[in-house]
């Protein structure tokens, strides 16, 4: 399994060379993002759109 620097630095690559350090870091947050939920639901730490609607539900009362 690649190191965090490894990761970082495949994303930072895949960038276009005229990339603006906003772009690039928007990109680092988005893969970290994914990378989260991903291992989250490996873990079944998700919930259900039923409990999401439930629980959304519960905030607008």
């Known amino acids: ?3 965090v620097k490894e990761q970082m630095f495949e ?5 276009p060379l005229d990339a603006s350090y906003d ?3 928007r ?4 893969e970290r993002m994914v990378n989260r939920g991903l291992e989250d639901s490996r873990k079944n730490k998700t919930l ?3 409990e999401i ?3 959304i539900q519960s905030w607008q009362s």
């Open 11 to 15: 994303v930072i690559n895949n960038q």
């Open 53 to 55: 609607e439930q629980r």
């Open 27 to 30: 990109e680092l947050a988005f």
């Open 1 to 3: 399994m690649p190191t």
């Open 48 to 50: 259900s759109n039923d």
């Open 23 to 25: 772009e690039i870091l």
